[in-house]
Structures are given as C-alpha cells and as structure tokens.
C-alpha cells in the first residue's frame, strides 16, 4: 500500500523559511515523479511543483518560482520542498502527491501539512 | 496558461439522482484530463483519469467523458458516501485545477 507522509509545517513569519518533507513507502519512489500541491484555507487546489524520478527535471508554478525550491533523496524515499521568502498568501495546506509512472496525473496523496506565514 | 472552470459551484442532490459536473478547459488538452474527490480533512482521491478511464477501486457508478475542451463527470446513482467537493484537472500542459464542485445534501 502507497503511504505518503508529510511533514515539517508550522508557523513561520513572513519573509521566513521553511523546510517541508514527504516520506514515501510501498512502491519505488525513485520510478516516479512528486508534486506538491497546496490548498488554502476554504479554497481550492493549486499545483506548486514537480519533480521527476531522476530529479532531472523540476518545474513550479509562477507563483513560487524563485521563491520554492524541490528536491528529492531517492536513497531516503523522501520528498522536499524548501520555501523562503515567505508570504501571508503562502498559508494553506501543502499536500506531497505521486505521478502514477510519470503520467502527470496524482494516484496517490498525503494528508497534508499545514503552513501559516503570520506575524 | 491553461485555465479550467467547473460548473455548477454547488450541486444539491439527493440520493439515488444522476449527477453530472462540468469542466471546460481554455485551450484543447485532448484528453489528459482527470478528476478528484475529497472529503473534509483528507487529501484528494484520484476517480477517473485521461477523461475516461476508471481508476482502480473507484465504483463504476463514476465516469468521465469529452475531450478537447469540454468534460463531465458522472455519477449514475449518488450514494451517501459520495457528498464531497470534486476537481478536475488538467495535466496538458503543466497542471491545472478547476475550483471545485461541492455536491451536498437536498
């Protein structure tokens, strides 16, 4: 069974950093791309980011270019995504999802961790 | 950018109705097309993918159809497990997310 494991979320002040991480299990991580996608509070999905399998190819959404940056650990099964220069409209719930094999559609998410940029 | 609007917003029905949820994209994304159901305090579930193809698990009463530009989603028969907010979502070009229908109770 697919089990992804987000974490690292929390209050930051705006401007701040924060470093959130997805733990992958029950398939080969390394044979798929991640995502993260972020849901603000009573709003809908946002796509973020994406990363492939290798880690060779990485993309993000305008709002978080040069801002958000994605990586992954392949040896740890583990997902990042390192945010600096946060802002209030940053706030929401970030989900790590699984491409299925590279096909650009999510078959398998995470629960979420929460970030709140607030002074 | 690739923008996707889903209609209606809200959708009251009552068990047993035929439910059907729009989703027009900007541009044509042929049929990379899939759509999600989430419930209150859960990630999204992954229901129908490439337009029309039914993910693994996911009841047969759920289908998707269209292509192009234009996209539905359908439940033959709701049932009460199935009141929760449904996105679609393109995967085209770069990744794209309707608003969101939320079906509740009549």
């Known amino acids: 069974e697919v089990q992804l494991l987000e974490s690292g979320g929390g209050l930051v002040q705006p401007g701040g950093s924060l470093r959130l991480s997805c733990t992958a299990s029950g398939y080969t991580f390394s044979s798929c791309a991640m995502t993260w996608v972020r849901q603000a509070p009573g709003k809908g999905l946002e796509w973020v980011s994406t990363?492939?399998?290798?880690?060779?190819?990485?993309y993000y959404a305008d709002s978080v270019k040069g801002r958000f940056t994605i990586s992954r650990d392949n040896s740890k099964n583990t997902l990042y995504l390192q945010m600096n220069s946060l802002r209030a409209e940053d706030t929401a719930l970030y989900y790590c999802a699984k491409d299925f094999l590279n096909e650009a559609y999510f078959d398998s998410w995470g629960q979420g961790t929460l970030v709140s940029v607030s002074s | 950018d690739i923008q996707m609007t889903q209609s209606p917003s809200t959708l009251s029905a009552s068990v047993g109705d035929r439910v059907t949820i729009t989703c027009r994209a900007s541009?044509?994304?042929?049929?990379?097309l899939a759509w999600y159901q989430q419930k209150p305090g859960k990630g999204p579930k992954l229901l129908i993918y490439?337009?029309?193809s039914l993910e693994s698990g996911v009841p047969s009463r759920f289908s998707g159809s269209g292509s192009g530009t234009e996209f539905t989603l359908t439940i033959s028969s709701l049932q009460p497990d199935d009141f929760a907010i449904y996105y679609c979502q393109q995967y085209n070009s770069y990744w794209t997310f309707g608003q969101g229908t939320k079906v509740e109770i009549k």
């Open positions: 490439k337009a029309s």
């Open positions: 990363i492939s399998g290798s880690g060779g190819a990485i």
């Open positions: 541009q044509s994304i042929r049929n990379w």
